[in-house]
């Protein structure tokens, strides 16, 4: 069973950076799209960013250009580097794996999440 892992979260002020992990614990982690999806309070869970398994990023207009995704396929992770962080921002954070149509199809191959991680933005 493939395993989801979020770290790096944490409260920070306006302005801030964080970089956020995911450690995906799957057999062929390097066939996989992955995604960084976050939910805020009283919201749904949106799709922000994703990386194709060659290594093309798209991203959400609300995070194009603050936020950056990468990953490291030797230690099976996904980063998530964000910058200028606003309160907006503030959401749990959460990773998921799909295939390289990732983006447009907004749905992951799991149907379960990890812990995620909280993000708050606030001065």
């Known amino acids: 069973q493939v395993q989801l892992v979020e770290s790096g979260g944490g409260l920070v002020q306006p302005g801030g950076s964080l970089r956020l992990s995911c450690v995906i614990i799957a057999e062929y982690f390097h066939m996989y799209a992955v995604g960084w999806y976050r939910q805020a309070p009283g919201k749904g869970r949106e799709l922000i960013a994703t990386i194709t398994k060659g290594g093309t990023a798209n991203y959400a207009d609300s995070v194009n250009g603050r936020f950056s995704i990468s990953k490291d396929n030797s230690k099976k992770t996904v980063f998530l580097q964000m910058t200028s962080l606003k309160p907006e921002d503030t959401a749990v954070y959460y990773c998921?794996?799909?295939?390289?149509?990732?983006?447009?199809?907004?749905?992951?191959?799991?149907?379960?999440w990890g812990q995620g991680t909280q993000v708050t933005v606030s001065s």
């Open positions: 998921n794996i799909g295939w390289d149509d990732l983006w447009t199809s907004k749905t992951p191959l799991l149907v379960y």
